[in-house]
């Protein structure tokens, strides 16, 4: 019983971790295509990426907390989200101007445009997640009569 239950919650981590990787990914494709970074991607690069994602992906279980109203939640993985993307990026020496305030006010407005586009992903994914059980439990009602 405590096996598969470790298992379950292994199972559960692993989607969560491959869904941010996926959307994180997709991103940084969509970054890329835009030739806003101006260095050519290096494996450091798309590795560091995909492990923020990915913890970006384990963070989004904390949306299950019922406890925490919505709001709380969304500001708290919004400021993890920044310092884990500040990391990755501090990593890949792309904050090096740092110093600079008009700097900050650039990458805040980036991150949010960057952040709010990863919701619409997200928004697309579980709408047509949706769609596609109102249409299996459609069809499922239909076979019955």
């Not at 925490?68 to 990026?89: E, N, P």
């Not at 740092?98 to 991150?111: A, G, I, N, R």
């Amino acid at each position: 019983m405590k096996a598969r239950l470790t298992m379950k919650l292994l199972m559960k981590n692993m989607r969560y971790f491959v869904r941010g990787v996926t959307i994180g990914s997709t991103l940084y494709l969509l970054i890329i295509a835009s030739g806003y970074q101006s260095t050519p991607p290096t494996v450091k690069n798309i590795l560091s990426v995909m492990l923020m994602s990915g913890l970006i992906g384990l963070l989004s279980q904390i949306f299950e907390i019922e406890s925490l109203s919505y709001l709380v939640v969304l500001i708290g993985h919004l400021i993890i989200t920044f310092t884990l993307v500040s990391a990755m990026m501090a990593y890949n020496g792309w904050l090096d101007q740092w110093q600079m305030p008009q700097f900050w006010m650039s990458y805040l407005l980036e991150f949010v445009i960057v952040y709010g586009l990863a919701w619409v992903i997200i928004y697309l994914i579980i709408t047509t997640k949706i769609r596609r059980i109102n249409q299996a439990l459609k069809k499922r009602n239909l076979d019955k009569k």
